[in-house]
């Protein structure tokens, strides 16, 4: 018919477009489950803030709370234990960063049952070369110091072996270098026999292991 206005066009429905958004959707709702399925999966455990030797008593600086996979076969001790931790010994020594395990605290009271402590100011000539840690095995020779030589006749020298519970050196104000402070956990029979030689100022101190 002359004169009759043109038809507009179908609009085209966008299929493809369509679809495109749904899969958007179903791909945000998966990476929200999946966010807080990773969330709920975690938690707060103990682990070393520095390094702490076998047999030192644990305080709360050395201590820090981390998040972790909640994974069944890890044995972890949960941040909210830290009260029952602190003022126990480490049984092992604990690398600085790493978590914390039952197994590494102990509430083992030193000295232990038929045991003395005793402590020994050595010098550090009479020192190993090393710096003596927790749970090192040592023995305190008795030296001649200022007293003379060694008696040859005697066929052994004095010593007393025992297993170091701390090493403290002080600060050098003489400059001749400081003395250590070495606490050593000993038989109870033997700790009079430490305790005399240590009085003397003239006992060295042999690393003999430190196996742990």
Known sequence: M???LPQPPKPRRRWGLFAAMVALVCLGALGNLW?????????????????????????????????VGADP????????QLDDIVGKRAAVDVASGSLLTPGSVTSQVLPAEGFSLVGVSVTPDLMPGTALMAGDLVRVVATAGQQGAIDPAKT???AVAGEVVSAVTGEDVTGQGASTVVTLQVPAE???????MAATGNAAVVLDSRAR
């Open 73 to 80: 076969s890890l044995q972890t001790v949960a941040a909210d």
């Open 35 to 67: 966010l807080v399925q990773a969330t709920s999966d975690t938690a707060t455990v103990l682990a070393a803030r520095s390094t702490i030797e076998r047999g030192a008593v644990i305080s709360g600086d050395d201590l820090v709370a981390v998040r």
């Open 190 to 196: 033997d700790a009079t026999t430490l305790a005399a």
């Open 2 to 4: 002359a004169g009759a």
């Open 156 to 158: 052994e020298v004095e």
